[in-house]
């Protein structure tokens, strides 16, 4: 399993993760596109802006793998603002992805614009610094 070097691990002061420690034994956890309802609680549509910001400021528009992403995040964009590349392995930490961009500012146009995009305080987050095992 890829391991993301860099990117958030969580929502920094909640407990919104972003990236798992670990691959699991039994098998990558499946992506399933979830349904966003209108009433979602703010703390859940800001944990989901912020994963799709860092999706972006880490990878752009370009193919990503899905690595030691969290299925859960990538779950409640998935089919909407971010892609499988190809057929949908949906069981794969190899699944390729992408963000489209296109989308993702339809429906997340506050990371957009210029100025005003909400600051998610990923410098304050320590969880970039595991060793090899993950640990």
């Known amino acids: 399993m890829l ?17 798992i420690r670990r691959a699991n034994a039994k098998g990558a956890t499946p ?4 349904e966003r309802y209108r009433d979602r609680a ?16 880490h990878f752009g528009d370009e193919p990503f793998e899905r690595g030691n992403l969290d299925a859960g995040r ?6 909407r603002e ?5 057929k949908l392995d949906p069981r794969s930490y190899e699944q390729l992805l992408r963000v489209d961009m296109a989308r993702a500012e339809a ?11 909400p600051d998610f305080g990923w410098e304050s987050d320590g969880d970039d610094d595991w060793d ?3 640990r």
Do not use: C, N, Y
Not at 3 to 19: E, I, N, Y
Not at 31 to 34: F, K, N
Not at 74 to 79: A, D, E, H, R, T
């Open 31 to 34: 992506l399933v596109a979830r």
């Open 107 to 117: 429906a997340f146009p506050e990371l957009f614009t210029a100025g005003a995009a």
């Open 132 to 134: 090899e095992a993950g």
């Open 42 to 57: 703010p703390a859940d549509r800001r944990a989901d802006a912020g994963f799709l910001a860092a999706l972006i400021e």
């Open 3 to 19: 391991k993301h070097r860099g990117f958030p691990g969580r929502l920094p002061s909640t407990d919104h993760q972003f990236v």
């Open 82 to 86: 971010v892609v499988a590349v190809g």
């Open 74 to 79: 990538i779950s409640w964009l998935l089919g």
